[in-house]
């Protein structure tokens, strides 16, 4: 069986590395090829990641870069359709809910090539933001959907997904956590004096949604959180490239000698550095399901997730992006007691080796669909 994997953009690295890995075990069943759409292409937001989930060089990249979300999703479309007629795989791999995603699945349909979505189901049911509607179109596409948590599951059925085609197999992205935690760990000594910063006596900051950092307004409210907070505790925020000129321009109002303004992470020295945080504030997917596996406190400046196990389970809660929510749920997080947490169900290291397991079903002939 002959599978292509698509990535585009940063989350989708570490959701793919651990199926590309589990297939290998199996070469004389699977073809792999990767396709890299080229969504983000500086090196802090992609190179880096393939050296150090070990992903292979891609087969094919194609160069898409940035543009408005028409743009870009219909530059995808064009440039991959081609390399669909070329490889002719017998199923697409699509992960994650970015542009990339939804764009190389509308091909594969069109053309009538099989698409698997793994990460399937989760919905913020907000259709303001870009990856629902991502994650509910390509949903309604894909022949096969792997979902990281039930709640996907009863999304799916809801919207009319028959039944055979869903499986629950648990979290790929903390597949790639489990793996590379220990590694990442031997980085800390190093970043503790680089940043000086503590074990839990710092908080983390990521931010790169539209609804946060598009409007200067809203961005100068979190930004002046963040200074208040800083004359307490350490703040580190690496920026994303979206976020970086809007933070220059406020840098002026909001200095603060303990709050830091660094350039993106590589997945490791991220890891390390969020394990051993007080707190992190993101309004990133990823990073609430990582900050749950490894029991730190999350806020997330949103007004809905796609993601609830973070909350009913794990260490997640929601805030608003204005200065006094802000401050306030800091303040109050960072004085509570350590979380009674549960992992959510399937997160447990094993997720691609229950894709896997479907795809050899459906390899075999013994799983129709
Ligand atoms: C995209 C995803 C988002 C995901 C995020 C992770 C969509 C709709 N959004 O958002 O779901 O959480 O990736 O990072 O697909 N840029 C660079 N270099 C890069 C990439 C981006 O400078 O390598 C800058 C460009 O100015 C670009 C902007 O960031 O216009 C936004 O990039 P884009 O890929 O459109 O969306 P993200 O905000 O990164």
Redesign the pocket.
Known sequence: MKILHVVG???NYMKIAPLMRALGQYPDSFEQVLVHTG????PQ??QVFFDELELPRPDINLNIG?GT?AW?TAQVMLHFEPVLLEFKPDWVLVVG???STLACSLVCSKLGIRVAHVEAGLRSYDRSM??EI?RILTDQISDLLFTPSQDGNANLLREGVSPEKIHFVGNVMIDTLIRMLPKAQTHWDHLKEKFCINDKGFVLVTL?RPSNVDDPHILSEIMTALVEISQDLPVLFPV???TRQRVNDLEKETKSSQMQNIEPLGYLDFLAIQAHAALVLTD??GIQEETTYLGIPCLTARSNTERPVTITHGTNQLVKSDTGSLITAMQKRLMEKPLDLKVPLLWDGHAAERIVKVMLEISSGQLHL
Do not use: I, K, L
């Open positions: 953009a940063r989350p969504q983000h292409y500086d937001m992609s940035s979300h870009q809910d970015v542009n870009p990856e991502n790169h994303h490239p979206r990133s997917g």
